[in-house]
């Protein structure tokens, strides 16, 4: 398939023999030849965008790729940008070759007052997909919630009525977690308290919150699949969600996603806590082809972590 956006394999031999047709010396196209190339084999360019627009986009590219600063560009200089980037991108569901070379221009609608801007730093932001929604959560205590199609202001969530409130660090969507009372799913969100607060993910009302164990300042979240505990779970190898926090001091947390997450009686029990790090956890990623957590952190190591903990 081909969009303005991309490029696939039939574009990269139209590119190709379009760069070649005018690159006779071998020494490369300047910046102009360049942009007229790219639109001649991309004519949606000029229906869709402004041709100042479009140029300035090519443009920005061209000098992204020039990677020698010599104000011209071989066909080597162009494929070897495009198959190294699009090796970087390739992930278990794409096959072949696919490159988005541009993200899209997203208009500013102009629907947000400032008073719907978070007041102090964002820490984090994620997308929900589920409803089409972008989460943010900010040093000012607050979750505030976007359209993923215009971006205006939906409504913010406020954890705690103390004055100041504490930091929301991270949030994430909990797809393991989905009853008929809860369909969409749940969107966990956690405060430099030690609290995680559970919310609905499609009316974003609070379920209930649970307090983190002794010590356990989370600073980062994300919810996966994991590949190891599927195959040796319940019968029929029913896929087992998880959600993995790393706090302040370097320690990985990580708790299966579970309807204990939902009732305030009952108190969710860790699959374990581990230690990877000396420091502040920055990050922590599942990768689906180590099957293993991968966590970084502010003492300089990036750690793999089996699903023993270890």
């Known amino acids: 398939r081909s969009t303005m ?35 001649k084999v991309f004519p949606p360019w000029r229906k869709a965008f402004d041709a100042q627009v479009a140029s300035s986009q090519l443009s920005a590219l061209f000098m992204k790729i020039d990677a020698n600063a010599d104000a011209s560009l071989t066909w080597d200089e162009f494929s070897g940008y495009i198959l190294w980037t699009a090796n970087q991108k390739a992930d278990e569901q794409h096959h072949g070759l696919e490159k988005t070379v541009f993200t899209a221009a997203l208009p500013d609608h102009k629907y947000n007052e400032r008073s719907s801007y978070h007041t102090d730093m964002i820490q984090y932001v994620t997308h929900i997909a589920s409803v089409g929604k972008y989460a943010t959560c900010g040093r000012d205590g607050t979750v505030r919630l976007w359209s993923s199609e215009t971006r205006r202001h939906l409504g913010t969530l406020k954890t705690s009525p103390r004055d100041p409130p504490p930091w929301i660090l991270c949030c994430s969507e909990l797809q393991g977690i ?13 405060s430099l308290d030690r609290n995680m607060f559970i919310y609905d993910i499609k009316s974003f009302s ?52 579970t309807a204990s997450m939902l009732s305030p009686g009952e108190t969710p029990t860790p699959l374990w806590i581990s230690k990877p790090h000396k420091d502040y956890v920055t990050r922590v990623e599942y990768i689906l082809d180590f099957d293993r957590i991968v966590t970084t952190s502010l003492d300089g190591t990036v750690c793999l972590t089996e699903f023993s903990g270890k």
């Not at 760069?19 to 007229?36: M, P, Q, S, V």
């Not at 809860?182 to 969100?189: D, S």
């Not at 040796?232 to 959600?243: D, E």
């Open 5 to 39: 956006r991309d490029i696939d394999m039939e574009n990269l031999n139209q590119l190709e023999d379009a760069f070649r047709r005018l690159d006779k010396t071998g020494k490369g196209l300047d910046e102009d030849n360049f942009i007229a190339t790219f639109k």
């Open 178 to 190: 989905k009853t008929p009372k809860h369909p969409f799913g749940i969107l966990a969100v956690c």
């Open 206 to 257: 609070l379920v209930r919150h649970v307090e983190l164990p002794d010590g356990f300042v989370p600073m980062c979240c994300n919810a996966f699949v994991s590949k190891a505990i599927t195959g040796r779970g319940t019968a029929g190898g029913a896929p087992h969600h998880l959600l993995a926090l790393g706090d302040s001091t370097g320690r990985l947390l990580v708790y299966e996603q």
